[in-house]
């Protein structure tokens, strides 16, 4: 079991290194999902995602969650073959969380190195719960 806190980290670069890990037959946990980053500027960052909701048939999809943590699982799934028996099992063994949950609060998190936000070549990115929150979700 891997327990991975996702405080300022980037997300597409955390999302690959997951999908690895899962592959490979690792349960994973991630906390703290709603401090993740994506980088970019912020009115682009939420043009691209406010394009992604509209997209499509209000009834067909394709359907974008709104809250950080299905946000960030959703994201991580484009990443994996879910629509194969062995996507589909390592998509199973990852779970995220908002914030720290109860159990974890004592257990040690592995630290991703490269995938921090200070090694973005400028600083100009937006949070997922900022995009969440533009997207509508409700605490």
């Not at 062995?86 to 995220?96: P, S, V, Y």
């Not at 609060?105 to 630290?111: A, E, P, Y």
């Not at 997922?128 to 509508?136: A, D, H, Q, W, Y």
């Amino acid at each position: 079991m891997i327990i991975i806190d996702a405080k300022d980290k980037i997300l597409g670069r955390l999302a690959t290194q997951v999908a690895k890990k899962a592959l490979l037959g690792e349960i994973i946990h991630i906390i703290n999902c709603e401090k993740a980053v994506i980088s970019g500027k912020k009115k682009r960052v939420f043009a691209h995602y406010k394009v992604r909701t509209e997209r499509g048939i209000h009834t067909k999809g394709p359907f974008l969650p709104r809250m950080p943590d299905r946000f960030v699982r959703r994201t991580i799934r484009g990443m994996l073959p879910y629509k194969r028996p062995r996507g589909a099992e390592a998509f199973k063994r990852i779970l995220c969380y908002k914030g720290v949950p109860q159990q974890f609060k004592d257990k040690d998190t592995i630290k991703l190195t490269g995938h921090d936000v200070s090694k973005l070549p400028y600083l100009k990115y937006a949070t997922v719960e900022e995009v969440c929150k533009f997207l509508g979700a409700k605490q």
